[in-house]
């Protein structure tokens, strides 16, 4: 269904890199393309360290880190700070796409989770990194989704809270450039990760029934972060940007 390809990852030898979300699926191989381009990379992690992904997470510093806590994010970024000494990039890629359903049948109070980790977990992840990502003129990178911008049977949670953050990432793009923090939010097709596991569980639209071997690999969407972290990206063209970009198809290699 999709046919791409991981792009090439410049060289971030030097660059400091905190990734929200890094437990498992894109995060995960996230950490690892970066860690293997020479970037110090710090993987928050919510669950337990033994839900982890341990293998491609070596050579990262791990944190305990749940975006929806004050505390939490404080004490992980405080571990940056006294570590590194910097922080380059800053990616926000924690995000949950439940509760499943259909939205008359949904608590309105269920749907509050979605929104703190998606949207009001960017904002709180974002303040707190500020003072360093002025220093460096630093990077804001943005997990999205297609959801964001069309409504899916199922997703109101998730839809919701993705079209909040892509305009939550709009914002940051207009209010932080005058510091020199560039800030991009993109979009991620249907991937082979966890998240997955629970769309087809539920069974509720389109994407619920594409192929398990029909979805992206890891790597494709990680491959595009990574590039977002190198100073080569100051060349991409706006904010809002998605994988399956001709901008980012034009360096993939050709899949045999």
């Known amino acids: ?4 390809s991981p792009v090439p990852v410049p060289a971030l030898g030097g660059k400091s890199i905190l990734v929200t979300g890094a ?3 894109i995060g995960a191989d996230l950490v690892r393309q970066l860690v293997d381009a020479g970037a110090q990379v710090f993987a928050g992690i919510h669950d337990a360290p033994e839900g982890a992904d341990a293998e491609r997470l070596t050579g990262a510093t791990t944190l305990a880190l749940d975006v929806t806590s004050d505390a939490s994010v404080r004490a992980a970024v405080e571990t940056v700070r ?3 000494g910097r922080l380059d990039v800053l990616v926000n890629n924690a995000g949950i796409i439940t ?3 259909h939205l008359a049948r949904l608590d309105s109070d269920a749907l509050s989770p979605a929104f703190a980790v ?3 977990g960017l904002h709180r992840m974002t303040r707190a990194v ?3 990502l002025r220093e460096t003129r630093g990077t804001i990178v943005n997990a999205g989704t297609g959801a964001a911008t069309t409504a899916m049977e199922g997703w109101a949670a998730y839809c919701s809270s993705k079209a909040a953050a892509r305009m939550m990432s709009e914002m940051m793009a207009l209010e932080l450039k005058a510091d020199g923090i560039r800030t991009c939010f993109i979009g991620i097709p249907p991937t082979d990760t966890e998240m997955q596991v629970e769309i087809r569980h539920a069974g509720l639209n389109p994407i619920s029934q594409i ?3 029909d979805l992206v690999p890891v790597e494709v969407p990680a491959s595009v972060m990574a590039w977002l972290c ?3 990206a100051a060349d991409a063209p706006g904010s809002l940007l998605d994988v399956r970009d001709p901008y980012f198809a034009e360096m993939m290699p050709e899949r045999s």
């Not at 269904?1 to 791409?4: D, G, P, W």
């Open 211 to 213: 192929p398990r071997e």
């Open 1 to 4: 269904m999709f046919n791409l």
């Open 130 to 132: 500020l003072p360093m």
């Open 23 to 25: 437990g498992r699926g």
């Open 118 to 120: 998606n949207v009001i």
């Open 82 to 84: 006294t570590s590194a």
């Open 230 to 232: 190198s100073d080569a």
């Open 99 to 101: 509760p499943i359903g």
